[in-house]
């Protein structure tokens, strides 16, 4: 509708055409409000689902990292002592195999041998005896050449052990910190999931309160329309101002509302450009 058709519109059929669209949203809210309460009722479940889930995928993240973060700063202490341990070593020329090549081979040689006898030979039992005694011996003397190495450079029992905890440390972070990098792809969706829900259920809302408001002023709002068609447009008692008061200024050669505001913008726009200017000078 353009301006001159909407001048043409007399007050009587505007105020009638109100006062049908309260009568008819006084009949329709009721079904409205119902139906969004319906729906509100039928996504709080499901807000409440998607919540919880995404407070234990969060939460299992957080003990991963928890975990991670535990076991990665151990093993970067125990780095730190490895890396000490390693310096002592090779200053003192300490870096050395404990169990040198040429004791490891002969004493798989002596092992394999008594192993083969026992297998192939026809053996009472006391020579076996005697097999497994020597075999006890072999190992036992093994045993105590490496404790006497170990117990001549204690630096590299430490460099061994703290190795080997440190190793392990950074296995248990690794997999800690894979676990929790694929908490957090699950847990995305799920937080996607809880927002959108979360989003509709607002929007649900607002318009529930919207329509419950509209309902609440419908009898009042009917009153006021009909007592106008019946009553004029004017000034009424009761706090009823004049309807066409705006009108009859413009008729009178006056300027609208749109025009007065347009008017105080411009001049509001004015005074902003024209105040840098005269800071400049």
């Known amino acids: 509708m353009d301006t001159e058709q909407l001048l043409a519109v007399s007050p009587e059929d505007m105020a009638r055409a109100l006062l049908a669209r309260r009568q008819l949203l006084k009949e329709q809210l009721p079904t409205v409000i119902r139906t ?5 009722q039928k996504l709080t479940p499901k807000a409440k689902k998607a919540m919880e ?3 234990i995928i969060n939460a299992k993240v957080s003990d991963l990292k928890e975990k991670r973060n535990n076991a990665q700063k151990k093993a970067n202490e125990l780095l730190k002592v490895v890396k000490e341990s390693r310096t002592k070593l090779m200053e003192v020329d300490g870096m050395i195999n404990l169990d040198p090549s040429w004791k490891k081979e002969k004493m ?4 394999e041998e008594i192993e083969k006898l026992i297998e192939t030979s026809a053996l009472d039992h006391k020579a076996e005896r005697k097999l497994l005694d020597r075999r006890k011996k072999i190992i036992e003397v093994n045993d105590k050449w490496l404790r006497e190495r170990r117990d001549l450079n204690p630096e590299m029992v430490t460099y061994i052990n703290a190795r080997r905890e ?3 440390l950074f296995r248990e972070a690794d997999k800690s910190h894979r676990n929790m990098l694929n908490g957090v792809e699950k847990a995305q969706p799920q937080h996607d999931k809880q ?9 649900i809302r607002r318009q529930l309160d919207r329509a419950k408001e509209l309902f609440a002023q419908s009898d009042k709002a009917i009153s006021h329309w009909e007592r106008r068609l019946k009553q004029g447009f004017g000034e009424l008692d009761g706090g009823f101002s004049d309807l066409l008061a705006a009108q009859k200024k413009v008729s009178e050669g006056g300027d609208s509302s749109f025009a007065r505001k347009k ?3 411009k001049v509001k726009k004015e005074k902003i450009v024209r105040k840098p ?4 000078e």
Do not use: D
Request: net charge negative; aromatic share 4%; no cysteine.
């Open 36 to 40: 969004l309460e319906a729906e509100e």
């Open 53 to 55: 889930n995404n407070k």
């Open 108 to 111: 798989f040689e002596e092992i």
């Open 166 to 168: 440190m190793n392990a």
């Open 195 to 203: 927002m959108k829900i979360r989003n509709e259920i607002r929007e």
């Open 263 to 265: 008017s105080t913008n």
């Open 277 to 280: 200017k005269e800071e400049k």
